[in-house]
């Protein structure tokens, strides 16, 4: 792998985000299909510092054929997601497995089909969507020796798991996939992934009926996420903070809400067309709005 590539997979996965941006930027002298891969990987780190726009755009320039279009369809599902386009997401995901030419993209395609329908609210299919990635990954990863390799994949797959978990209201068994995903993207020394899962675990805590945990919990997660530019991590779990020390501590909520306001309105700033008017019409991103105004006013 050229070395400057090498550095920028390195910072995408492994150290502060706005690191890896100004490297991929940089890179010159690749081939063709190293580009498409930095491609790829800038589309990753713009969507963890949550310039969506950018990052979909980046997507649109991988092309049909190369090994990395259904990593890219992927990702786009993924980004789509993170807007609230949970419809729009499926397509892109659908797209994703037909062109899977590799268990890799297989169970990144599988995973995000099962996303989409956790946020469509369709739980037996997300369930046996995911049973095909989660049985696909035991499979390939059945090695010790290259079992290592696949923890973003296993990750993820606990993540979904603990959203599928919680639309079925079964808040043990999501915490328990909580706690699975937070330790893979520990042992990885894998920041972005360690804040998310931190993140779903405290929302497990939350359900499980155990908000003092909780608390401590999202606290390490929004430091995590905000000190490391992880804006897609830590503006919901801003949001969290607020509604969950709404009744206890009413400034501090506040203080959250209005963290998360002016995240969400910078990540607005990079939408267009459709996307910024399905952004706009999110019931969640409203709340968090009115909630950052009643703080100016009080």
């Known amino acids: 792998m050229h070395p400057g590539l090498e550095q920028a997979q390195w910072a995408v996965f492994h150290g502060p985000i706005a690191e890896a941006v100004p490297l991929l930027e940089g890179l010159t002298s690749l081939d063709d299909h190293a580009q ?6 800038h589309g990753v780190a713009l969507g963890a ?17 190369t090994p990395e279009f259904s990593m890219a369809r992927s990702l786009r599902g993924s980004l789509l997601r993170q807007i609230g386009v949970h419809d729009l997401a499926l397509l892109a995901d659908r797209q994703a497995m037909s062109a899977a030419a590799t268990p890799g993209a297989a169970i990144e395609a599988l995973t995000g089909l099962s996303a989409d329908a956790v946020g469509l609210q ?20 059945a090695d010790p ?14 993540w979904v798991r603990c959203e599928v978990a919680l639309l079925q209201e079964q808040a043990g ?3 328990d996939h909580a706690a699975l995903a937070l330790a893979a993207a520990e042992a990885a020394t894998a920041p972005r992934h360690v804040a998310k899962s931190l993140l779903f675990t405290g929302v497990t805590q939350i359900e499980s009926g155990d908000p003092a945990a909780a608390l401590p919990t999202l606290r390490r997660a929004v430091m995590l996420s905000s000190s490391m530019g992880f ?7 801003h949001a969290v903070l607020a509604a969950l020390l709404q009744a206890s501590d009413p400034k501090a909520a506040q203080e959250h809400a209005k963290q998360a306001s002016t995240i969400t309105a910078q990540l607005r700033r990079g939408l267009s067309g459709q ?20 703080t100016g006013q009080s």
């Not at 990052?55 to 092309?63: G, N, Y």
């Not at 696949?150 to 990750?155: F, I, L, P, Q, S």
């Not at 804006?231 to 779990?237: H, I």
């Open 145 to 158: 020796v290259t079992a290592p390799t696949w923890w973003r994949h296993r990750v993820r797959v606990e």
């Open 173 to 175: 068994e999501a915490a």
């Open 231 to 237: 804006q897609a991590v830590a503006w919901p779990t």
């Open 275 to 294: 996307l910024a008017a399905r952004w706009d019409e999110r019931a969640d991103i409203r709340a968090l709005h009115q909630a950052a105004s009643a």
């Open 122 to 141: 369709d739980a037996a299919s997300a369930a046996s969507t995911l049973a095909q990635a989660g049985s696909l990954l035991e499979r390939v990863s």
């Open 36 to 41: 498409v891969y930095a491609r790829w990987l």
């Open 49 to 65: 510092c949550g310039r969506y726009g950018e990052a979909l755009e980046l997507v649109e320039l991988i092309p049909q054929g």
